[in-house]
């Protein structure tokens, strides 16, 4: 059985993302790695706690990540528009208990506890490591640098984010895990690391309605009237600002049910870079200077077979929240 690590900004549909994965008989959840992004990296630890324990995973070790881009000086506050889409505690406000668990580590300019617990993890499986991230790529880029040759020893990475064939959601160009370390993300997939790239290519056609969740306060457990509440703040927030989706996109979780499955998607394979200055500005475009390059180090996910993986992401989901 494949080991999985997700790498998480624990927004709302992080959490979705996270009981997939539990989820999933096919990988076993053997950790988690945290990052700045939809909260504080802090927050996003606490909130990646208190679901495990909701979820019945407790044993779960989390780990401190990078708590800002690579070059900024002062640790990343959340904008207000992303307290908006995700609540003020990044996960819709809905109310779950804490956990009295701690994370693992610190985050500082001394060390990361997420990079070190990777590079270790990697070294450990090697090949039967699946890695997934579905916030900025601050932590992979930081293991990159630290130790190349373990970071490629892993057997699949995939990423949630950016955008090649359709709009940005941040700006016109760049999708917002992209766009929160553009420098990141740049140096990631130009280090010939393969990986697997969901982006709003297909995260905007796997969308979750309020139909969909009414089940879940039905269910009558905490688990399920707590993910029903933080889904309907989600839901909201879409209907807001794109109402003409129906629902909220599924983005983390496809890139979960991606890395467990990947025949869920059609990808087209590049080489990809990230735009860093003007107004383009962390977008994800094909490399000019590798398009002829034999060697194409990401399969960019264009097409999904979105009954299949929405039948899937439901029924697992009653599954765990049952």
Known sequence: MKKLILDLDMGVDDAMALAYAIASPEVELVGITTCFGNVRVEQSAHNCLAVLDLLGRPEVPVYLGADRPLQATEPYTPPASTALIHGKNGIGGASVPASPYEPVGATSADGNA???????????????????????????????????????????????????????????????????????????LRSGRKLTMVGLDVTHRVVLTRRDIAGWTGSGTMAGCAFASMVEHYIGSYEMNAPYLGGCALHDPLAVAVAVDPTLVGALGCNLRVDLLGEYRGRTICDERRLSDPDKSALVALTVDAPRFLSEFKARMARILG
Do not use: C, F, Q
């Not at 930081?142 to 949630?160: K, N, P, Y």
């Open 114 to 188: 997420a990079v070190d617990y990777l590079i270790d993890a990697a070294r450990t499986y090697g090949s039967d490591l699946v890695y997934v991230a579905t916030g900025p790529l601050s932590n992979l880029a930081l293991a990159l640098e630290r130790d190349a040759a373990a970071m490629m020893s892993i057997g699949r990475v995939v990423v949630m984010g950016g955008a090649l064939t359709v709009p940005g959601n941040v700006s016109a160009g760049a999708e917002a895990n992209m766009a929160s370390d553009p420098e990141a993300a740049d140096a990631v």
